[in-house]
C-alpha cells in the first residue's frame, strides 16, 4: 500500500514535469494533488509504520529517524507550497527541490527500510500493519503541519485533531470556492454567456464539495427556469382565455344591441302606423258628425 501511494506520487511529479511554463491552473492543480497525498502517506507512516518498525525490527532506529527528518522538510516545503501561487518564481523551484527529495526518501525506504520490516514480519503481522495503516488513512490530515509532534503519544492526539480540522477546512472551502462558481454561472446564465471554466483548488474532499455545490447551483437554476416557464405559459393561456371570454362578451353585447335596436325600430314603426291609422278614423268619424250636425241645423 506505501509503495502504491508512492507510485500516486511519483505520476503526479511526472506530471508537474511535462506541464508547459503556462499551465498555471494545470500547475495548481497537480500541486493540490501532491500535497493532499504526502500529506497523508507522511502522517500514517508516522503514526502507524514508523513506531511498528521501531518497537519489532532491528537495525531500523536510524533509518526511521532519518525518514522523519525527511518528512519534517517535506512537509515545511509544502506548508509553503500551499500559499504560493504558480505564477511566483519560486513555484517551480520549490516543486523541483521537493521532488528531488521524495524522490530520495521513497529510493530509500523502497530499497533499504521496506525489506528489513518485509523480512521481519510474517505475512499475519504485515497483514495486521496494512489494515492499521487503511483505517489510520480514512481519518489523516490532508494538509502538512510541520509544527506538530510527529512521533507517538504526541501525534497520535494532534494527528487525529488536525484531520478532523482539516476535513472541515476542505469541506468548508469546497461550498466557498461552489458557491463562488455557482454565482458565476448564473451571471453568465442572465447574460446568455458561456458559463466560465473554473478548477477547484485544494484536497480531492474541497474540489469534490465545490463540484456537487456548483451542480446542486445548476440544477436549481434549471428547475427554477423550468417552472418560471410553467408560469408563464400558464399566464399566457390565461391571457388568451380572459382575451377570448371578453371578445365574445363584447360581440354577444353587440349583437344584443343590435338586436334591441331592430325591434325598438319596429315598435316605433308600429306605433306609427296604429296612431295614423287612429287619426284618420278620428279624422273621419269627425266629419260624419259634422255633416250630420250641420244637416240638422239645415233642417
Known amino acids: 500500500m506505501l509503495k502504491d501511494d508512492h507510485k500516486t506520487v511519483e505520476a503526479l511529479f511526472k506530471r508537474f514535469e511535462k506541464a508547459g511554463d503556462r499551465a498555471l491552473v494545470e500547475k495548481r492543480q497537480i500541486v493540490d494533488r501532491i500535497i493532499e497525498e504526502l500529506s497523508i502517506h507522511a502522517a500514517i507512516e508516522e503514526l502507524v509504520f514508523y513506531p ?48 528531488e527529495s521524495v524522490r530520495h526518501h521513497v529510493k530509500e525506504e523502497e530499497h533499504d527500510f521496506f525489506p528489513l520490516v518485509r523480512k521481519e514480519l510474517g505475512r499475519t503481522a504485515l497483514d495486521d500493519l496494512g489494515e492499521s495503516l487503511a483505517k489510520a488513512k480514512l481519518t489523516a490530515p490532508t494538509h502538512p503541519h510541520p509544527t506538530s509532534p510527529d512521533a507517538p503519544p504526541g501525534n497520535m492526539v494532534t494527528g487525529a485533531v488536525a484531520g478532523v480540522v482539516d476535513r472541515i477546512g476542505d469541506n468548508i472551502s469546497g461550498i466557498a470556492q461552489g458557491g463562488v462558481s455557482a454565482v458565476q454561472d448564473l451571471t453568465a446564465r442572465i447574460l446568455h454567456s458561456k458559463k466560465p ?65 331592430t325591434q325598438a325600430k319596429r315598435a316605433t314603426t308600429t306605433v306609427r302606423h296604429t296612431a295614423g291609422a287612429a287619426a284618420t278614423k278620428t279624422a273621419t268619424t269627425a266629419k260624419r258628425t259634422a255633416k250630420k250636425t250641420v244637416a240638422t241645423a239645415k233642417g
Do not use: C, Y
Not at 434549471?222 to 390565461?238: C, L, P
Open 52 to 99: 511498528v518498525a521501531r518497537a519489532t525490527v532491528p537495525e531500523t532506529e536510524d533509518i526511521a529517524l532519518e525518514s522523519l527528518e525527511e518528512h519534517h522538510i517535506v512537509k515545511w516545503t509544502l506548508s509553503e507550497l500551499e500559499k504560493m501561487q504558480p505564477g511566483d518564481e519560486r513555484f517551480d523551484a520549490k516543486v523541483t527541490v521537493l521532488i
Open 197 to 261: 471554466k473554473t478548477s477547484p483548488t485544494g484536497s480531492s474532499l474541497a474540489r469534490k464539495r465545490a463540484t456537487g455545490v456548483r451542480r446542486a447551483a445548476d440544477v436549481a437554476t434549471d428547475g427554477a427556469k423550468q417552472t418560471v416557464g410553467t408560469v408563464k405559459a400558464g399566464a399566457n393561456k390565461t391571457v388568451r382565455a380572459t382575451k377570448s371570454g371578453a371578445k365574445g362578451t363584447v360581440t354577444t353585447a353587440k349583437k344584443s344591441a343590435r338586436s334591441t335596436a
